[in-house]
């Protein structure tokens, strides 16, 4: 029988069986000899071993089809990066951070921007200037008032998609907006999850419809990414890219060199203010960080 993992808590793992529920799973000794750990977002072969109670063994785990360091995840489709419009307004910086993590790990990104309903039609213009360039779909909701939901839901149907965000910027509304039908079955894994004393959190997956699931993951703001350098960091910059070859200098930073495309692209308002002074702020990051 093959399934989803959707959530893995102190050694149980909860797989999600399209029709038949969710599991309670042990992953096989097997695994461990490997050196591999199931994670969130795998699919998985498992033996049933108990009907009535729903419990198993996880037997293989399927080829994955990418793995995310932080959150460490597998097989996502899509990042939705939701933020606020207005009240809180956005913060660009913590934004780059994530669409950064995303590009570098070669994962698509929409980004939506809830509670447009409290923004006026300039800031909402804004919003879409800056990020124009940035090689992400750009959507705009407001959870109050269903608007935008439909076309969010187009764009995730049959992915997994991981939502990311600070906090209060409507992520459980939307959620809730987009999966009323399945709180049965999340209903059903915090059943099962309450036998424990778990209170961590963890990723989690809510299967919204057939194939298409929601990874609701802890906030991973922080800006690390093993072997990830100050010179990666352009390449991740998609308005920067096709302008680099023009640079004078190879591996040019885009910073203090001289005839620099990137730069002469800012002064002709091809490149958003806002993306590049973010750019520089993380490439000091970068510069700066200790290496251990």
């Keep these: 029988m093959q399934g989803k993992i959707v959530k893995g808590i102190s050694g149980f793992y909860y797989v999600h069986v399209a029709e038949s529920g969710i599991y309670e799973c042990k992953a096989k000794g097997i695994f461990r000899n490997k050196k591999i750990k199931p994670l969130v977002g795998d699919n998985v072969e498992i033996v049933v071993l108990d009907e009535t109670e729903k419990?198993?063994?996880i037997t293989e785990i399927l080829p994955r089809k990418n793995e995310?360091?932080?959150p460490a995840v597998s097989n996502i489709?899509?990042?939705?990066?939701i933020f606020a419009a207005a009240k809180p307004k956005p913060n660009f910086n913590l934004l780059d951070r994530f669409l950064i993590m995303m590009q570098y790990q070669d994962v698509p990104v929409t980004i939506c921007f809830n509670k447009?309903?409290?923004?006026?039609?300039?800031?909402?213009?804004?919003?879409?200037?800056?990020?124009?360039?940035?090689?992400?779909?750009?959507?705009?909701?407001?959870?109050?008032?269903?608007e935008g939901i439909e076309e969010l839901r187009t764009e995730l149907r049959g992915?997994?998609?991981?939502?990311?965000?600070?906090?209060?910027v409507g992520k459980s509304s939307l959620i809730n907006l987009l999966q009323p039908e399945a709180s049965m079955e999340t209903g059903a894994i915090s059943k099962k999850i309450e036998r424990g004393k778990h209170t961590t959190r963890h990723s989690e997956i809510i299967p919204v419809e057939d194939g298409t699931y929601i990874m609701d993951t802890p906030?991973?703001?922080?800006?690390?990414?093993?072997?990830?350098?100050?010179e990666n960091l352009a390449d991740c910059y998609p308005e920067f890219i096709p302008l680099a070859p023009y640079c004078r200098f190879a591996g040019c930073s885009h910073i203090s060199e001289p005839d620099c495309r990137v730069k002469q692209a800012l002064e002709e308002g091809k490149i958003h203010p806002v993306r590049y002074e973010n750019y520089k702020l993380l490439y000091e990051e970068l510069k700066n960080q200790k290496k251990y």
């Design 219 to 230: 906030g991973f703001s922080s800006l690390y990414i093993p072997g990830f350098e100050k």
């Design 116 to 146: 447009k309903d409290l923004a006026s039609d300039e800031e909402l213009a804004e919003l879409e200037e800056v990020y124009a360039g940035c090689g992400s779909r750009v959507l705009f909701t407001s959870a109050k008032q269903g």
């Design 77 to 81: 489709d899509l990042a939705l990066l």
């Design 68 to 70: 995310l360091i932080r």
């Design 159 to 168: 992915k997994t998609a991981a939502v990311a965000g600070p906090s209060g």
């Design 55 to 57: 419990l198993g063994n």
